[in-house]
């Protein structure tokens, strides 16, 4: 056991020692900056309000941050979390007890189903219900079917675990409207979903208005050290500050967090867009590479990526993957794939592609040099 844990801590330093110094990425990964590296860019993003006082329980900047949250999304208010399990969990035990219903109905594939340890059931008291079990985002004649009344649908969007899935608006809307026809409040675990707005063509408050609560992550697109925020009506916010608190969240101080959080929404959110269009252009060219290689079987999911980030399936084991994107970064200085995983039948294997900043230089030939380099590698 503790051999095991030993070789996987030193392969965990090999794979950041070899992505912080490679020449160049589709990304950078959140395993690779440096204490140091994370403080200088906290000092810098504070440079305009060094005088200002520190928060104390969620004031001060950290009150900024979400007015200007709900200010983005249209939405009345917006409370800060220091994790967005936690918002969600406050956000479904606020919706059960004002519909006195305690049922959620969500994909299986979800945030809270797979990556909560049970806090619906376990902490919330909450049950859940399937919309559906297939590897995609629901349908409105599903959610109009299922069997059992439900207080809260929630919708991930994207749906991470099905290839970063969303649907379109018009079959959003109709989810939306299939919720209400059910007396059900309408959820967005959306902690993407600051990237959606060029597959759906709207702007960030009308997404976001179909919901009557949505959740946005700080870190997960926006590059921020931590947190979350939940919005919604200013009567559900002021409702979640208190199970917040109850919660544990209610921090003593939270400024740095909300600083990082409001330099990404400064220099991250304006360049998503870019990012998704750069991400059509690499899964283009990766889905050429493949064929042109002979590869026996690959799948890009989904074909054209709906927000920046997508799936790349190969017909290898997950470990032989991994060491070649390894290889081909000490020895070329080119970050292509990082760790893969075993994923559906024996002998397949999965990776999630995340194209940023880093990535918006790379050109088709580019794509296809490294992955003529991966490849050779296997």
């Given at each position: 056991?503790?051999?095991?844990?030993?070789?996987?801590?030193?392969?965990?330093?090999?794979?950041?020692?070899?992505?912080?110094?490679?020449?160049?990425?589709?990304?950078?990964?959140?395993?690779?900056?440096?204490?140091?590296?994370?403080?200088?860019?906290?000092?810098?993003?504070?440079?305009?309000?060094?005088?200002?006082?520190?928060?104390?329980?969620?004031?001060?900047?950290?009150?900024?941050?979400e007015r200007r949250v709900a200010e983005?999304?249209?939405?009345?208010?917006?409370?800060?979390?220091?994790?967005?399990?936690?918002?969600?969990?406050?956000?479904?035990?606020?919706?059960?007890?004002?519909?006195?219903?305690?049922?959620?109905?969500?994909?299986?594939?979800?945030?809270?189903?797979?990556?909560?340890?049970?806090?619906?059931?376990?902490?919330?008291?909450?049950?859940?219900?399937?919309?559906?079990?297939?590897?995609?985002?629901?349908?409105?004649?599903?959610?109009?079917?299922?069997?059992?009344?439900?207080?809260?649908?929630?919708?991930?969007?994207?749906?991470?675990?099905?290839?970063?899935?969303?649907?379109?608006?018009?079959?959003?809307?109709?989810?939306?409207?299939?919720?209400?026809?059910?007396?059900?409040?309408?959820?967005?675990?959306?902690?993407?979903?600051?990237?959606?707005?060029?597959?759906?063509?709207?702007?960030?408050p009308e997404i976001a208005g179909l919901?009557?609560?949505?959740?946005?992550?700080?870190?997960?697109?926006?590059?921020?050290?931590?947190?979350?925020?939940?919005?919604?009506?200013?009567?559900?916010?002021?409702?979640?500050?208190?199970?917040?608190?109850?919660?544990?969240?209610?921090?003593?101080?939270?400024?740095?967090?909300?600083?990082s959080g409001l330099a990404g929404l400064?220099?991250?959110?304006?360049?998503?867009?870019?990012?998704?269009?750069?991400?059509?252009?690499?899964?283009?060219?990766?889905?050429?590479?493949?064929?042109?290689?002979?590869?026996?079987?690959?799948?890009?999911?989904?074909?054209?990526?709906?927000?920046?980030?997508?799936?790349?399936?190969?017909?290898?084991?997950?470990?032989?993957?991994?060491?070649?994107?390894?290889?081909?970064?000490?020895?070329?200085?080119?970050?292509?794939?990082?760790?893969?995983?075993?994923?559906?039948?024996?002998?397949?294997?999965?990776?999630?592609?995340?194209?940023?900043?880093?990535?918006?230089?790379?050109?088709?030939?580019?794509?296809?040099?490294?992955?003529?380099?991966?490849?050779?590698?296997?």
């Amino acid at each position: 056991m503790i051999s095991g844990m030993t070789d996987d801590l030193e392969r965990k330093k090999r794979l950041v020692a070899a992505w912080r110094g490679a020449e160049r990425a589709l990304s950078r990964s959140l395993l690779e900056p440096t204490v140091g590296e994370l403080l200088a860019e906290l000092t810098a993003a504070a440079d305009e309000g060094q005088d200002e006082p520190a928060d104390l329980y969620g004031d001060g900047v950290v009150t900024r941050l979400e007015r200007r949250v709900a200010e983005l999304l249209g939405m009345e208010d917006a409370a800060f979390f220091p994790s967005g399990t936690m918002a969600q969990q406050v956000a479904l035990r606020c919706w059960a007890g004002r519909t006195g219903n305690p049922v959620v109905a969500l994909h299986p594939m979800s945030h809270p189903e797979r990556w909560e340890g049970g806090a619906v059931s376990l902490v919330s008291g909450l049950r859940t219900a399937a919309v559906t079990d297939e590897p995609r985002q629901p349908t409105a004649s599903e959610v109009r079917e299922l069997a059992e009344p439900f207080g809260t649908l929630m919708l991930e969007l994207p749906l991470r675990d099905a290839g970063f899935l969303l649907p379109s608006w018009e079959e959003l809307e109709e989810l939306v409207e299939a919720g209400r026809e059910r007396d059900a409040v309408i959820h967005f675990d959306g902690a993407r979903l600051w990237e959606s707005t060029r597959w759906f063509g709207r702007g960030l408050p009308e997404i976001a208005g179909l919901a009557d609560s949505v959740y946005v992550s700080l870190y997960k697109s926006l590059g921020g050290i931590s947190g979350a925020c939940l919005a919604g009506p200013a009567t559900l916010i002021a409702e979640a500050r208190v199970w917040r608190h109850r919660y544990g969240g209610q921090v003593f101080r939270q400024f740095p967090q909300a600083l990082s959080g409001l330099a990404g929404l400064e220099r991250e959110l304006p360049m998503l867009p870019s990012y998704v269009a750069q991400a059509g252009v690499v899964a283009e060219a990766l889905r050429s590479a493949f064929a042109a290689a002979g590869v026996p079987w690959f799948r890009i999911n989904p074909e054209v990526p709906h927000t920046h980030q997508f799936q790349v399936w190969l017909p290898y084991e997950a470990e032989r993957l991994t060491e070649a994107g390894l290889r081909q970064a000490e020895e070329t200085g080119t970050v292509l794939f990082r760790r893969w995983h075993p994923q559906g039948p024996a002998g397949l294997a999965m990776t999630e592609l995340e194209v940023t900043r880093p990535g918006l230089s790379w050109t088709p030939d580019d794509v296809t040099e490294a992955t003529k380099a991966f490849l050779a590698r296997l």
